[in-house]
């Protein structure tokens, strides 16, 4: 079987984390024709940290170079057929956690949390309905977990 023919049998979801693994490699070489190319031209953003640490959104608008603040995802998850969490820590003091929606292959919005633990729940399928319960499809596992307090967030997808 040829490699355009595994990429079309690939599962959408998967599809998606190659996307944005395929948008952490160009950002780390300084392809910006390719960045663009992986996101929406009206990419939506959200934030939640301290204001000094919107390191992403200040690489994507070419405010600051991709080396002023290194991402190195340590894990990358596709959730259901349209959500990648990609989540990482620089030091003792930096941690983040990275929500990609994506759109027929891209990249449409963007979620950074910055130094907070983060829950992604399934609040929509009918499971949770009928149960009267959500589904936990994603929980922070940064390295430091016990040595340290951070404020936590849910995500309901």
């Given at each position: 079987m040829a490699s355009s023919e595994i990429e079309l049998t690939k599962p959408e979801s998967a599809k998606h984390k190659t996307t944005v693994e395929a948008l952490?490699?160009?950002?780390?070489?300084?392809?910006?024709?390719?960045?663009?190319?992986?996101?929406?031209?009206?990419?939506?953003?959200?934030?939640?940290?301290?204001?000094?640490?919107?390191?992403?959104?200040?690489?994507?608008?070419?405010?600051?170079d991709y080396s002023a603040f290194p991402f190195r995802p340590?894990?990358?998850?596709?959730?259901?057929?349209?959500?990648?969490?990609?989540?990482g820590w620089e030091g003792a003091h930096a941690y983040w956690v990275h929500v990609w929606t994506l759109k027929n292959g891209i990249i449409t919005q963007f979620r950074e949390y910055f130094n907070t633990w983060l829950t992604v729940r399934e609040v929509s399928s009918p499971r949770w309905e009928a149960?009267?319960?959500?589904?936990?499809?994603?929980?922070?596992?940064?390295?430091?977990?016990?040595?340290?307090?951070?404020?936590?967030?849910l995500l309901p997808i």
């Open positions: 952490y490699g160009a950002l780390a070489i300084g392809n910006s024709d390719k960045v663009a190319k992986l996101l929406a031209s009206d990419l939506e953003w959200w934030f939640h940290g301290p204001p000094s640490c919107q390191h992403m959104m200040r690489v994507l608008t070419g405010e600051s340590r894990t990358t998850t596709a959730l259901g057929d349209d959500c990648v969490v990609a989540e149960a009267g319960a959500s589904h936990t499809l994603w929980q922070s596992q940064p390295s430091d977990r016990f040595d340290r307090s951070l404020p936590g967030l």
